[in-house]
Structure formats: structure tokens, C-alpha cells
């Protein structure tokens, strides 16, 4: 039994199926919200750093691939850029949504 909108004895179950297909319910996020993810994401053991490191290093090594180009190759870099970014930023992405979910599935 749980307790919703100040009513004690709700079943559960009930509660997380009105909850998953209910179409009034909405996922507010706060301020608390927020400075929790950024006490997890920038603490020492967090992943933004680590993407921001490896996306200096991957785009230090990718404009050593262009430094003495002939002209005319701009689109090739903004599109290799675009690559770049995207293969460093994704596992973090990937990374993230995982943990949101394990997170809700332990709050259950």
C-alpha cells in the first residue's frame, strides 16, 4: 500500500498502472531534480568530464588530420566534425538514459 495525493492505503500496483497509462500524469522535474544530477555528473566519479576530455582529444587528433588541407575541403571538416561529436558524446547519451532507468526501476 502506498500513499497518493495525501490518500494512505492505495494499492500499488494500481498506483504504477495509473501511472503508466494514466494521460493526466506528467514527470515534473525541479530544482532538486537538477542539483542532483549535477552533484552525480560532476563529482569525481561522473561522466561529463570524461566525455569532455575525450571529445578535446578526439577533436585535437581530428584537426591534425586537416592542418594542411587544400582549400575547397570545409565541408569534409564540418561533416567529420559532426561524426566526432557524435561517436563522443553517444556512449555518455547511451550511459545516461541506462541510468535513469535503473534509477527509477530502484525507486520502485
Known sequence: KVKINEKEGVDRDTALLA???GD??????NNQDLK???????SKNGGLFGVAGFAV???GLFLMT?????GGSEPLVLIAAGIVSFFTANPYFLQLTDW??????EAE
Open 57 to 59: 582529444f578526439s577533436f
Open 66 to 70: 586537416f592542418w594542411n588541407s587544400n
Open 19 to 21: 501511472m503508466s497509462i
Open 100 to 105: 535513469r532507468i535503473y534509477q527509477n526501476e
Open 36 to 42: 542532483f544530477f549535477l552533484d552525480v555528473e560532476l
Open 24 to 29: 493526466e500524469y506528467t514527470q515534473n522535474s
